[in-house]
C-alpha cells in the first residue's frame, strides 16, 4: 500500500528520503517519488518502477532540507512517471503526497477543469495540490484545512509549500500518520519501519488530526466546522528494536518470520496463563469474571488471514467456553446492517491495526452500542487505540506481506481468551491445566516442524509444478485449508482454492484429475475415519495428495506413489489447527522461491489494506 515519508532537518532531504522509502518498500508499490524545498523552490522527481530505480535517475542538484516522499499502490490510474507522488498546482508552489481514497475526486476534478486549471494525472490526489494553492487562507494550516473541509474520503497526507519554507503540514483521516522527533530533525512516515533507524520518540496522528511540523518541534490539531483546535499531542517512545526490520541473513522476511514463530509465540503466552486458577490472565480485555460471564455470543472480525484464523478462534471458544461464535470477513460485515447485541462480544482481529476495513466494523459496533476487544499486533495502532480493551500479540514487526508470525500469535490470544471465558464457565480445572500445559509445549513443537523443512522444500517444488491445488480440512482443519491456501496463492500465484473435506463430492471432485494436488488437513480426531475416506476418492480418481497429519494415522492403504505425509506432533486437540497451519507456511515459501518470485512483494498485494 501506498508509503509516505517527510524530512526536515540540517540535512539534505533527498537520500534520507529515499532511504525512507526503501524502508516502505515490503509495503507494495508500483512507483515513486520525492519532493524537496530548496533556494529555487520545489522540485520534484518521480517514477513508475522502484525506489532504486528513482535513486539512480535523480537530477543533480536536487537540494533542499525540507522534503516528503511517497511510494505508490495504484488506485485511480495507471501506474506511470505521471500518475507518481507528489503531485503539484501548476505553478508548481505546492507539493503534496497522499496515502487514501477521495470520493469526490471526479466532481472536484470537473470544478477545477472548468476554473481552467490543467490537471496533468488520473489521480485523485493532484485536486488536493490545486485546491491548497488556490486557496486564500494565509498560513499553510489554514489552507490545508479549508482543502480538507472540501473532500470526502480517507487520507494521510504530507504537504509542501513555497511561501512555507519552514515546516511540512501532515493531516490523517484513516490512513495512518507518525511523526518522528530526531535530534534537531523531525521526520514523517505512514510506517514506523520508515522511522525506526532514526528515531523511535514518535506521536501517532488520530484520524481528523491535522499536524505542523518545523525544526522547533511539531503541533497537532483537530479539524473541526469551527476551525483547529489544539491536541497538544506529545510524542512518546516504542520499544522497538530497529534490526527487526532488517532481514539480515535471511532471503526474506517472510523466511526470517516464519523461523521466529517459537519466539515470538513464547513472547505472547508469557505472563498470560495463570497456573494456579489454570486460566488465562489477560488484563487487557478490561472485562471481569461477571462481565465475561454475561456473554452470550461472540463475534469474531477480520480480513484475509486474520479472519481465517478468527474462524479457527471461533471454534476455539465454542470448544472451550460453549458460547456460539463464529468469524465474519469485516470488509462485508457493515454493508449488510449488522444487529447489533449488548450480551455480544465483537473481537477484531488484525496484525497491522490499521486494516481500514476492520476498523470501519469497529466504528460500525462502537456505533451502534457494542463492546469491542482487539486482537493486534502493532502498539499504538489505530484500531488498537479505538477498541475497548484486548491482546497485543507481540509478534514483534512483521515485515512480508504473507503473514506468519502474527497469525500464529493470533491463534495463542484467542486459544488464552478460550481459556479464560471457559474457566468463568464450565470448563474443568483440569481441562484448564491440560490446555495450558498444551500451549506451553507449542513453541517447541513449532521448532520441530520447522526442522523439517528440508523434507516440506521437496514436497512443495512438486506442489509449485501444478497450475492449480486444493486445500481441504473439516471443522477444526478447514480454517487451516483456507489459510493454507491464501499463503500458497498469494505468493506462488497458482490457482489454489480451500474447499471442507465434507463438500468435495458436492462439486469440485469432477477437477480431480493426476493434474491437481489436494493438500489434505487430516489430524487424528473425531472426524479421522470420514476424512481418509474422503482421501480414498481423490486417490481413486488419480488425484495426488499431500497429507498432512499426525503420525501413526492409518491412511488405509493409500498408494504410497499418490499420498506423501506431512506429520506434525501431537497437541491438545483444540490447538492442532496452529500446528497444522505452520507446514504450510513453509510450502507457501518453498513454492514461490522454486518459482523465483519475489517473496516479499507478491505483485498487486499490499502489507496493511488502508483503504477499502
Ligand atoms: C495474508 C495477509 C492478509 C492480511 C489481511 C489483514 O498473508 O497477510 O490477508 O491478513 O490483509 O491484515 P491485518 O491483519 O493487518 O488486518
Same mark, same amino acid.
Given at each position: 500500500?501506498?508509503?509516505?515519508?517527510?524530512?526536515?532537518?540540517?540535512?539534505?532531504?533527498?537520500?534520507?528520503?529515499?532511504?525512507?522509502?526503501?524502508?516502505?518498500?515490503?509495503?507494495?508499490?508500483?512507483?515513486?517519488?520525492?519532493?524537496?524545498?530548496?533556494?529555487?523552490?520545489?522540485?520534484?522527481?518521480?517514477?513508475?518502477?522502484?525506489?532504486?530505480?528513482?535513486?539512480?535517475?535523480?537530477?543533480?542538484?536536487?537540494?533542499?532540507?525540507?522534503?516528503?516522499?511517497?511510494?505508490?499502490?495504484?488506485?485511480?490510474?495507471?501506474?506511470?512517471?505521471?500518475?507518481?507522488?507528489?503531485?503539484?498546482?501548476?505553478?508548481?508552489?505546492?507539493?503534496?503526497?497522499?496515502?487514501?481514497?477521495?470520493?469526490?475526486?471526479?466532481?472536484?476534478?470537473?470544478?477545477? %477543469?472548468?476554473?481552467?486549471?490543467?490537471?496533468?494525472?488520473?489521480?485523485?490526489?493532484?485536486?488536493?495540490?490545486?485546491?491548497?494553492?488556490?486557496?486564500?487562507?494565509?498560513?499553510?494550516?489554514?489552507?490545508?484545512?479549508?482543502?480538507?473541509?472540501?473532500?470526502?474520503?480517507?487520507?494521510?497526507?504530507?504537504?509542501?509549500?513555497?511561501?512555507?519554507?519552514?515546516?511540512?503540514?501532515?493531516?490523517?483521516?484513516?490512513?495512518?500518520?507518525?511523526?518522528?522527533?530526531?535530534?534537531?530533525?523531525?521526520?514523517?512516515?505512514?510506517?514506523?519501519?520508515?522511522?525506526?533507524?532514526?528515531?523511535?520518540?514518535?506521536?501517532?496522528?488520530?484520524?481528523?488530526?491535522?499536524?505542523?511540523?518545523?525544526?522547533?518541534?511539531?503541533?497537532?490539531?483537530?479539524?473541526?466546522?469551527?476551525?483547529?483546535?489544539?491536541?497538544?499531542?506529545?510524542?512518546?517512545?516504542?520499544?522497538?528494536?530497529?534490526?527487526?526490520?532488517?532481514?539480515?541473513?535471511?532471503?526474506?522476511?517472510?523466511?526470517?518470520?516464519?523461523?521466529?514463530?517459537?519466539?515470538?509465540?513464547?513472547?505472547?503466552?508469557?505472563?498470560?496463563?495463570?497456573?494456579?486458577?489454570?486460566?488465562?490472565?489477560?488484563?487487557?480485555?478490561?472485562?471481569?469474571?461477571?462481565?465475561?460471564?454475561?456473554?452470550?455470543?461472540?463475534?469474531?472480525?477480520?480480513?484475509?488471514?486474520?479472519?481465517?484464523?478468527?474462524?479457527?478462534?471461533?471454534?476455539?471458544?465454542?470448544?472451550?467456553?460453549?458460547?456460539?461464535?463464529?468469524?465474519?470477513?469485516?470488509?462485508?460485515?457493515?454493508?449488510?446492517?449488522?444487529?447489533?447485541?449488548?450480551?455480544?462480544?465483537?473481537?477484531?482481529?488484525?496484525?497491522?491495526?490499521?486494516?481500514?476495513?476492520?476498523?470501519?466494523?469497529?466504528?460500525?459496533?462502537?456505533?451502534?452500542?457494542?463492546?469491542?476487544?482487539?486482537?493486534?499486533?502493532?502498539?499504538?495502532?489505530?484500531?488498537?487505540?479505538?477498541?475497548?480493551?484486548?491482546?497485543?500479540?507481540?509478534?514483534?514487526?512483521?515485515? %512480508?506481506?504473507?503473514?506468519?508470525?502474527?497469525?500464529?500469535?493470533?491463534?495463542?490470544?484467542?486459544?488464552?481468551?478460550?481459556?479464560?471465558?471457559?474457566?468463568?464457565?464450565?470448563?474443568?480445572?483440569?481441562?484448564?491445566?491440560?490446555?495450558?500445559?498444551?500451549?506451553?509445549?507449542?513453541?517447541?513443537?513449532?521448532?520441530?516442524?520447522?526442522?523439517?523443512?528440508?523434507?516440506?522444500?521437496?514436497?512443495?517444488?512438486?506442489?509449485?509444478?501444478?497450475?492449480?491445488?486444493?486445500?481441504?480440512?473439516?471443522?477444526?482443519?478447514?480454517?487451516?485449508?483456507?489459510?493454507?491456501?491464501?499463503?500458497?496463492?498469494?505468493?506462488?500465484?497458482?490457482?489454489?482454492?480451500?474447499?471442507?473435506?465434507?463438500?468435495?463430492?458436492?462439486?469440485?471432485?469432477?477437477?480431480?484429475?493426476?493434474?491437481?494436488?489436494?493438500?489434505?488437513?487430516?489430524?487424528?480426531?473425531?472426524?479421522?475415519?470420514?476424512?481418509?475416506?474422503?482421501?480414498?476418492?481423490?486417490?481413486?480418481?488419480?488425484?495426488?495428495?499431500?497429507?498432512?497429519?499426525?503420525?501413526?494415522?492409518?491412511?488405509?492403504?493409500?498408494?504410497?506413489?499418490?499420498?506423501?505425509?506431512?506429520?506434525?506432533?501431537?497437541?491438545?486437540?483444540?490447538?492442532?489447527?496452529?500446528?497444522?497451519?505452520?507446514?504450510?507456511?513453509?510450502?507457501?515459501?518453498?513454492?514461490?522461491?522454486?518459482?523465483?518470485?519475489?517473496?516479499?512483494?507478491?505483485?498487486?498485494?499490499?502489507?496493511?489494506?488502508?483503504?477499502?
Amino acid at each position: 500500500m501506498c508509503g509516505i515519508v517527510g524530512y526536515l532537518g540540517p540535512h539534505q532531504a533527498a537520500p534520507l528520503l529515499l532511504e525512507g522509502l526503501a524502508r516502505l518498500e515490503h509495503r507494495g508499490y508500483d512507483s515513486a517519488g520525492v519532493a524537496v524545498l530548496g533556494g529555487s523552490g520545489i522540485r520534484v522527481a518521480k517514477r513508475a518502477g522502484r525506489v532504486r530505480d528513482l535513486s539512480e535517475d535523480l537530477p543533480k542538484r536536487f537540494t533542499g532540507k525540507v522534503g516528503i516522499g511517497h511510494t505508490r499502490w495504484a488506485t485511480h490510474g495507471p501506474a506511470n512517471d505521471v500518475n507518481a507522488h507528489p503531485h503539484t498546482d501548476t505553478k508548481e508552489l505546492v507539493a503534496v503526497v497522499h496515502n487514501g481514497i477521495i470520493d469526490n475526486a471526479a466532481a472536484l476534478r470537473d470544478e477545477l %477543469a472548468e476554473e481552467g486549471v490543467d490537471l496533468v494525472s488520473d489521480t485523485d490526489t493532484e485536486v488536493l495540490a490545486h485546491l491548497i494553492a488556490g486557496s486564500g487562507a494565509d498560513t499553510l494550516e489554514g489552507k490545508v484545512a479549508e482543502t480538507l473541509g472540501r473532500i470526502h474520503g480517507t487520507y494521510g497526507i504530507a504537504v509542501l509549500h513555497v511561501d512555507f519554507p519552514d515546516r511540512i503540514v501532515v493531516a490523517r483521516n484513516g490512513s495512518p500518520l507518525i511523526i518522528g522527533v530526531g535530534d534537531k530533525e523531525m521526520y514523517v512516515a505512514s510506517d514506523l519501519a520508515a522511522l525506526v533507524r532514526y528515531t523511535t520518540t514518535v506521536a501517532h496522528l488520530d484520524d481528523g488530526e491535522m499536524a505542523t511540523i518545523t525544526s522547533a518541534g511539531f503541533s497537532t490539531y483537530r479539524l473541526g466546522a469551527s476551525g483547529l483546535a489544539a491536541t497538544n499531542r506529545r510524542a512518546a517512545h516504542v520499544d522497538v528494536d530497529p534490526a527487526s526490520y532488517d532481514a539480515g541473513e535471511y532471503d526474506s522476511f517472510m523466511y526470517k518470520e516464519i523461523l521466529e514463530q517459537p519466539a515470538a509465540a513464547e513472547r505472547v503466552l508469557r505472563g498470560r496463563l495463570d497456573e494456579r486458577f489454570a486460566t488465562g490472565h489477560l488484563g487487557g480485555l478490561n472485562l471481569d469474571a461477571r462481565e465475561l460471564r454475561a456473554i452470550r455470543r461472540i463475534k469474531v472480525l477480520g480480513c484475509g488471514s486474520a479472519y481465517y484464523v478468527g474462524e479457527m478462534g471461533a471454534t476455539l471458544i465454542e470448544e472451550l467456553a460453549r458460547i456460539p461464535a463464529d468469524a465474519e470477513a469485516a470488509s462485508e460485515f457493515r454493508y449488510r446492517n449488522p444487529i447489533i447485541e449488548p450480551d455480544t462480544l465483537y473481537v477484531v482481529v488484525s496484525q497491522s491495526g490499521e486494516t481500514v476495513d476492520t476498523l470501519l466494523a469497529v466504528q460500525e459496533i462502537q456505533r451502534k452500542g457494542g463492546r469491542v476487544i482487539g486482537l493486534v499486533n502493532v502498539v499504538g495502532s489505530a484500531i488498537a487505540r479505538e477498541v475497548d480493551g484486548g491482546i497485543y500479540l507481540h509478534a514483534g514487526p512483521e515485515v %512480508a506481506v504473507a503473514s506468519t508470525k502474527a497469525l500464529t500469535n493470533m491463534f495463542l490470544g484467542f486459544a488464552m481468551l478460550a481459556l479464560q471465558l471457559g474457566r468463568v464457565r464450565d470448563l474443568s480445572i483440569a481441562d484448564g491445566r491440560r490446555l495450558i500445559a498444551g500451549l506451553e509445549a507449542l513453541p517447541h513443537k513449532i521448532e520441530q516442524i520447522l526442522a523439517t523443512e528440508e523434507r516440506l522444500e521437496a514436497i512443495a517444488a512438486r506442489l509449485a509444478e501444478a497450475e492449480s491445488l486444493f486445500f481441504i480440512g473439516r471443522v477444526r482443519g478447514f480454517p487451516v485449508a483456507r489459510e493454507g491456501a491464501q499463503k500458497f496463492k498469494e505468493i506462488s500465484y497458482r490457482h489454489a482454492e480451500a474447499y471442507q473435506t465434507s463438500e468435495l463430492k458436492h462439486g469440485p471432485l469432477a477437477l480431480i484429475s493426476p493434474d491437481v494436488p489436494t493438500v489434505a488437513i487430516v489430524p487424528d480426531d473425531e472426524l479421522v475415519e470420514r476424512n481418509v475416506a474422503a482421501l480414498h476418492e481423490i486417490a481413486a480418481r488419480g488425484g495426488p495428495l499431500v497429507v498432512v497429519t499426525h503420525e501413526d494415522v492409518a491412511l488405509r492403504g493409500l498408494p504410497s506413489d499418490l499420498a506423501e505425509r506431512i506429520v506434525v506432533p501431537r497437541s491438545e486437540r483444540e490447538l492442532d489447527p496452529i500446528l497444522l497451519t505452520i507446514p504450510l507456511q513453509v510450502l507457501a515459501y518453498h513454492a514461490a522461491k522454486h518459482l523465483g518470485h519475489d517473496i516479499d512483494k507478491p505483485r498487486n498485494l499490499a502489507k496493511s489494506v488502508t483503504v477499502e
